[in-house]
Nanobody, 124 residues
Framework: QVQLVESGGGLVQPGGSLRLSCTAS?????????MGWYRQAPGKRREFVAGITEGYTTQLVDSVKGRFTISRDNHKNMIYLQMNILKPEDTAVYYCNVGTSLIKLHDLGDLRSWGQGTQVTVSE
């Protein structure tokens, strides 16, 4: 069963930056071909934010394009989310997960294992 550990969250003012990290372990390289970031705001459903394949193909949702960058270290099975120009609506618990493809990262119902997440709060 995959183990996921997220870190790097915190409290930041609007316009500020944070860098999140995620480490994945306990599953095969095939199952980690794609790795992604998700977030869940209070009272809302968890949503996909960004994904990246082992070959560094990336996908980001429109609301974060131009502000967030996803990157990956294949040797360490880690992904990162550089978040710039943060807005109050980015406030959420951020999670990571893995899948066999970017398409599979969108099937949240099929993602059984989740880490504890890391809280990001954007506020004055």
């Amino acid at each position: 069963q995959v183990q996921l550990v997220e870190s790097g969250g915190g409290l930041v003012q609007p316009g500020g930056s944070l860098r999140l990290s995620c480490t994945a372990s306990g599953t095969s390289r095939f199952n980690m071909n794609a790795m992604g970031w998700y977030r869940q705001a209070p009272g809302k459903r968890r949503e996909f934010v960004a994904g990246i394949t082992e070959g560094y193909t990336t996908q980001l949702v429109d609301s974060v394009k131009g502000r967030f960058t996803i990157s990956r270290d294949n040797h360490k099975n880690m992904i990162y989310l550089q978040m710039n120009i943060l807005k109050p609506e980015d406030t959420a618990v951020y999670y990571c997960n893995v899948g066999t493809s970017l398409i599979k990262l969108h099937d949240l119902g099929d993602l059984r294992s989740w880490g504890q997440g890391t809280q990001v709060t954007v506020s004055e």
